[in-house]
């Protein structure tokens, strides 16, 4: 696989390179991660969202998401910040689009009152979302570059 260059907006930079968690439609954060927060479970975060077959079970915990933009209710935002105390949290949040007003808040408040930073880029692009698959490998630069591949 040739490896593929992005560049999108840093909203919460950061350097890390891990495999990809895809969602080729809207991630429902609500639906997503509603059953972990009340499971206790501190091991796993498994997508508890049906709707998503590409997400439904898959393992989110330390994982690089994917997506368009985030949908759901605003308790979308507490639900992004309950599995981050978890410790069951994503490393990276990667959008094609701009970022979503619920993710913004949860993420942005973990980052500014907790210090638990999920690096975030959004603006990547309708083409990043149509390259990047599942498992592939990401490396995301401080500046906003993500390389597929």
Not at 91 to 104: T, Y
């Amino acid at each position: 696989m040739a490896k593929k260059i992005f560049k999108g907006r840093p909203v919460l930079s950061g350097k890390l390179e891990g495999k990809a968690l895809v969602s080729k439609m809207p991630f429902n954060l609500t639906g997503s991660y509603f059953e972990n927060m009340f499971a206790g479970n501190t091991e796993s975060a498994p997508c508890t969202d049906a709707n998503n077959p590409d997400l439904f079970k898959k393992d989110m915990k330390d994982a690089i998401l994917c997506t368009s933009q985030c949908v759901g209710s605003t308790m979308g935002a507490g639900a992004l910040m309950g599995v981050s105390e978890m410790g069951v949290g994503l490393k990276a949040f990667l959008f094609s689009s701009h970022i979503d007003s619920i993710a913004a808040g949860g993420l942005i408040i973990d980052d500014v009152w907790y210090d638990r930073r999920v690096i975030t880029i959004d603006l990547l692009g309708d083409e990043f979302l149509e390259a990047v698959k599942t498992g592939d490998p990401i490396s995301i630069a401080e500046d906003g570059t993500v390389t597929v591949g």
